[in-house]
């Protein structure tokens, strides 16, 4: 949890963003922001989608070091995974690399669990999905599509998407998420007025 707070402060204030100004783009309380900043608190995954959003950047980026080697292998055990109270987990695949907004990862859902619905990302965002085994109730923008192992779907992710197990048995599936960016400026920041001196 401090590592989760540390990388959401830092890329908070690398996008020169007061709590005041994520509160207003993610709908995160600033009290709960500057908890999680603190890491006196644990946010769900849906929280901590809606705080990654508002930053234009994935849940990746904030659990995981960023890295720079043009190989980078990730062993088994050696991944970063965002469990929610619901029972569901979101394995991340993919490495954190300098400049680039993508994400690969493994979710499973027990049977019966609704996952929930997450925000829409910014313009431009695209989202593949594969089915690896189970059912999963896709939900965008309140469009429901019923997917099974072996399908796979492709849509833009500037739109409301809810997960939801409908089945007995666990779903699992892979997505790959490559993020657009957010329309709304950062804000510049102030420059320090010039002082001229007086030759003499």
């Known amino acids: ?3 989760l707070g540390a990388r959401l402060r830092l890329e908070r204030l690398r996008r020169r963003l007061s709590l005041h ?13 500057s908890e999680v900043e603190r ?6 995954v849906l929280v901590l989608d809606r705080i ?24 088994r055990g050696e991944h970063d995974t965002a469990h929610d109270a ?5 394995r991340i695949l993919s490495p954190v690399l300098p400049g680039v907004e993508f994400e690969l990862m493994r979710t499973t859902i027990p049977g019966g669990v609704d996952a929930g619905e997450f925000a829409a ?33 492709y849509y833009a992710g500037d739109c409301r998407h809810g997960f939801a ?3 007995e048995e666990p779903c699992v599936y892979y997505l790959a998420m490559e993020l657009g960016r957010h329309r709304a400026p950062v804000r510049p920041r ?6 001229r001196r007086r030759t003499p």
């Open 52 to 75: 990654a959003t508002g930053l234009d950047t994935s849940i990746a980026r904030l659990l995981g070091e960023e890295r720079a080697t043009r190989v980078i292998v990730l062993r």
């Open 39 to 44: 890491g006196s608190k644990v946010p769900t």
């Open 165 to 167: 197990n409908p089945g």
């Open 86 to 90: 619901s029972g569901w987990e979101r």
């Open 121 to 153: 990302h910014a313009p431009g965002s695209r989202e593949y999905l594969a089915m690896e085994r189970g059912v999963l109730r896709l939900t965008l923008d309140g469009v429901e599509h019923v997917l099974r192992a072996g399908d796979s779907i």
């Open 21 to 33: 100004d994520l509160e207003r783009r993610t709908g995160v309380s600033r009290s709960m922001l």
């Open 190 to 195: 102030r420059r320090r007025p010039r002082v």
């Open 1 to 3: 949890m401090a590592g």
